[in-house]
């Protein structure tokens, strides 16, 4: 689905607007990437990684070193966080994520979909898999996209922090 969704995204923004597009999207990452560095200790042995698509499946280190090795930034930091220790989690719930793939095949196909909460049952979802694995002493990195709201599903316990919004804001 790669070469549709960049050829879509092409058709809708323009060759300009989609090289502009993938230039903000790498900004974006290196801010990631800066603030994380800054952030976490060399040995990550008490710290779990949760990521959204990632399915609860057997394979999530396989998938990781899979879309690492295509040149996904995302997946190349996980898998950098995972060889310095952090236990990576399956986040998702694969029946979700099969009618999320869905949705957007029929949004792209320009075919109506009915959402009906799936992004809520998602972040939902995702919440409660962070409260059952992560343990009182541990840190949670959960890397999210911009549409899921996972906040309002986490225990009262767990301490929310969002450094990327605080490096965006003090620099501009």
Not at 45 to 59: F, P
Not at 72 to 92: C, D, H, W, Y
């Amino acid at each position: 689905m790669g070469d549709a969704v960049r050829n879509r995204k092409i058709e809708q923004l323009g060759w300009k607007g989609w090289r502009e597009s993938n230039a903000k999207i790498a900004r974006g990452w290196d801010l990631i990437e800066t603030t994380l560095w800054s952030r976490v200790p060399k040995v990550l042995t008490r710290v779990r990684i949760y990521q959204d698509s990632l399915a609860i499946s057997g394979r999530e280190i396989a998938i990781v070193e899979e879309l690492a090795a295509k040149g996904s930034r995302n997946f190349r930091l996980i898998k950098e966080l995972v060889a310095r220790g952090a236990t990576l989690v399956g986040t998702e719930d694969p029946r979700l994520l099969i009618k999320h793939l869905h949705a957007v095949k029929a949004s792209y196909l320009g075919q109506r979909f009915q959402e009906g909460g799936l992004m809520r049952e998602r972040d939902e979802f995702i919440g409660t898999r962070i409260n059952a694995t992560l343990l009182d002493d541990e840190t949670g990195l959960l890397f999210l996209g911009q549409l899921h709201s996972v906040g309002a599903f986490l225990a009262p316990d767990i301490v929310q922090q969002f450094p990327l919004e605080e490096n965006r804001s003090s620099h501009g």
